[in-house]
């Protein structure tokens, strides 16, 4: 299959009709289609049609057991969806929607069970970006969607690498330039007594706790779950969004960053935080200390930028765990398989 890359706006940036058209029609004929979304670029099938959504998991090899986000372009397309739309799911979406949260509900009998991984919730998102929300109009079908990569890899960010991931094992890829946020969207459930946030995103935790009160973190965000546990989320069990390259994370200050990499082998490399390069011989920084948005952006860039550098071993300077600097962390911290080593305790 020849994969065509299309750009998704015009010269003067207004959408480009044509493009839209073409993913559109693709979309209603049953086949997969990569789409800019303000997370990351997105894998689209129509969500109600359960041979297209197998596609999805054959094009990125994903686990057959990791269930998929359905995004939607207006509110009132989620009640086909779930079973009941609670007061919370109503609040959330005024404050976030469209915007970089998926939600969880109890789903309806329409949602075939390939998307929902035969989980009795489905996760459902209303994403802010023009294509996507232009995509989802023109097909006139809510759209089934996991990130662009291969499963595994890193999350793409950009058309060039979603088509570095996906030639040849999909038709069309709508390029809408790079994502804003540059991680997966926040994911919380509403099926359980508490709400739970199974996965930090975009929205931070507490965002989330000034409109709902209270908020739990599930333990899978931080910690990696022991044998035989349950992941709540079945994607936060997979070693996800990792590099070829060894990453430790070492917390600690700037100068005990230095003087601990200074002992490493020479061809180590140091993931760093914008500015601090010229400390180390290979450097790849990911955005400035100060600022977590910046981070989020960069974080899966700078992860496949290591790949192409050749890094075998990497350090990595660990992210504050306040606002979105949590899903940061949570991304850096399976990227490097739970491998952390703190200074800051000797
Ligand atoms: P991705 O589409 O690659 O961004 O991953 C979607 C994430 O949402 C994965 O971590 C899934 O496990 C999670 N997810 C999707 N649907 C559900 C659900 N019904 N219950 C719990 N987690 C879900
Ligand atoms: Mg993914």
Redesign the pocket.
Known sequence: MQTEILPAFTGNNELNTESIDRAAALLRAGEVVGIPTETVYGLAANAFDETAVAKIFKAKGRPQD????VHISAFEEIRELVSDVPEAAKKLADAFWPGPL?I?LPKSSKIPDAV??G?P???VRMPSHPVARAVIQKADVPLA???ANLSGSP?PTNAKTVFDDMQGRIPLILDGGSSQVGV??T?I?LCTGVPRV??PGGVTVEQLRAVLGAVEVDDAVLHQLKAGETA?????KYKHYAPRADITIVRGSLAQFREYAAKQKEDAFVLCFAGEERYFPHAVPYGAAESDSEQANRLFDALRELDSLGAKTVYARCPSLDGVGLAVYNRLIRAAGFHLIDLTEE
């Open positions: 990791n269930p998929l986000i998926t969880i929902s991984a989980l919730s489905v996760a969607a996991p990130s999350s997966e969207s994911v459930t199974l996965r709540a989320s079945p994607g936060m």
